[in-house]
């Protein structure tokens, strides 16, 4: 046990039942639904039975024996994801007392753990520059990244040119899921991004995003019906896709959105985002994430109407990349 500014302590999350925890992530998932219009309630609910099971590494933050804040991170192969790191909200100061010490034991139990050479971390409920302290000094990269927003219908209607004859769009199936995994491999080979998710660098970590990104509530529910892929008529080679999720009532995200790169330069991305508003009629807006510095990407969603709700950091420690 550890005490923090003689106000905190700070103890092993394992240490705890989703019963006390319950509170805590249930006023989290208001934030999520007040800031990023995300309802939160499956995620929340996913999370609680892995913390019953005490297989999470993270932490507990106490403010007078009194659950103020929580930590975790997830293993995947040699890296780590923090999952996340919240607080309570009420008193400002020592919210980000408790965040920034949670964080800091966090760091010091990951870069411990043996065969951990890489923690990745997207905290979406900070604003872009909250968290740098902690970061910076344990040795992470910092990627800030864009929260957008468009709402619908769209206030000037979005028009694009036809496709070329050769690219067909059509409906998401099960049946491109391997072909999916490729084009997102092929997509962000050299790309920023995956500098931010090591996943993109192979065509196993782009099946396990895919699969993440269907059969997991992390990223709201997988909605097949508002997925699209672009193929090339003659080779049926997959040469687009835009995969989105219901995270709220009338609310789409868009978790994935890729050309492949022999494609990329053709409008095939503005093709995906206006059939894509054009079809979904009963939502209230689209949201989508992308990296500050990918500016081609943040200049299309700026054109077609998207604007930015929200700025957070991405961060990456990488011991490899450590002089």
Same mark, same amino acid.
């Given at each position: 046990?550890? %005490?923090?500014?003689?106000?905190?302590?700070?103890?092993?999350?394992?240490?705890?039942?989703?019963?006390?925890?319950?509170?805590?992530?249930?006023?989290?998932?208001?934030?999520?639904?007040?800031? $990023?219009?995300?309802?939160?309630?499956?995620?929340?609910?996913?999370?609680?039975?892995?913390?019953?099971?005490?297989?999470?590494?993270?932490?507990? %933050?106490?403010?007078?024996?009194?659950?103020?804040?929580?930590? *975790?991170?997830?293993?995947?192969?040699?890296?780590?994801?923090?999952?996340?790191?919240?607080?309570?909200?009420?008193?400002?100061?020592?919210?980000?007392?408790?965040?920034?010490?949670?964080?800091?034991?966090?760091?010091?139990?990951?870069?411990?753990?043996?065969?951990?050479?890489?923690?990745?971390?997207?905290?979406?409920?900070?604003?872009?520059?909250?968290?740098?302290?902690?970061?910076?000094?344990?040795? *992470?990269?910092?990627?800030?990244?864009?929260?957008?927003?468009?709402? $619908?219908?769209?206030?000037?209607?979005?028009?694009?040119?036809?496709?070329?004859?050769?690219?067909?769009?059509?409906?998401?199936?099960?049946?491109?899921?391997?072909?999916?995994?490729?084009?997102?491999?092929?997509?962000?080979?050299?790309?920023?991004?995956?500098?931010?998710?090591?996943?993109?660098?192979?065509?196993?970590?782009?099946?396990?995003?895919?699969?993440?990104?269907?059969? *997991?509530?992390?990223?709201?529910?997988?909605?097949?019906?508002?997925?699209?892929?672009?193929?090339?008529?003659?080779?049926?080679?997959?040469?687009?896709?835009?995969?989105?999720?219901?995270?709220?009532?009338?609310?789409?995200?868009?978790?994935?959105?890729?050309?492949?790169?022999?494609?990329?330069?053709?409008?095939?991305?503005?093709?995906?985002?206006?059939?894509?508003?054009?079809?979904?009629?009963?939502?209230?807006?689209?949201?989508?994430?992308?990296?500050?510095?990918?500016?081609?990407?943040?200049?299309?969603?700026?054109?077609?109407?998207?604007?930015?709700?929200?700025?957070?950091?991405?961060?990456?420690?990488?011991?490899?990349?450590?002089?």
């Amino acid at each position: 046990m550890d %005490s923090v500014a003689t106000q905190l302590e700070i103890l092993d999350l394992r240490h705890f039942t989703a019963r006390e925890l319950r509170p805590l992530l249930e006023a989290e998932a208001r934030a999520w639904e007040e800031r $990023l219009l995300w309802n939160y309630h499956s995620s929340t609910e996913l999370l609680l039975q892995y913390l019953d099971s005490r297989i999470l590494p993270g932490f507990v %933050s106490l403010d007078h024996g009194r659950i103020h804040g929580y930590s *975790f991170a997830v293993y995947e192969g040699h890296k780590a994801v923090i999952g996340d790191a919240w607080s309570e909200r009420g008193n400002a100061a020592l919210a980000r007392q408790s965040t920034v010490a949670l964080l800091r034991h966090l760091f010091e139990l990951l870069r411990s753990t043996p065969g951990i050479d890489r923690i990745e971390s997207q905290l979406l409920l900070y604003d872009a520059g909250a968290l740098d302290e902690p970061f910076l000094e344990a040795g *992470f990269a910092v990627y800030p990244r864009l929260f957008m927003q468009l709402d $619908l219908p769209p206030r000037v209607p979005m028009c694009c040119g036809s496709l070329p004859a050769e690219i067909e769009l059509l409906p998401w199936s099960q049946n491109y899921y391997e072909a999916s995994a490729s084009l997102i491999h092929d997509a962000y080979t050299g790309h920023i991004d995956a500098s931010i998710n090591d996943q993109y660098c192979s065509l196993h970590g782009s099946q396990r995003f895919l699969h993440n990104i269907i059969r *997991f509530p992390g990223c709201g529910v997988f909605a097949a019906d508002q997925s699209w892929v672009l193929r090339h008529k003659s080779t049926g080679n997959l040469v687009g896709l835009l995969l989105a999720s219901r995270v709220g009532v009338g609310i789409s995200h868009i978790t994935q959105l890729c050309i492949a790169r022999s494609w990329q330069g053709h409008a095939l991305g503005a093709a995906l985002l206006t059939h894509a508003a054009s079809q979904l009629t009963q939502a209230k807006a689209i949201t989508l994430t992308v990296t500050e510095a990918n500016l081609s990407a943040v200049n299309l969603y700026t054109h077609y109407g998207f604007f930015t709700r929200h700025r957070f950091d991405a961060m990456v420690y990488d011991r490899g990349k450590k002089g």
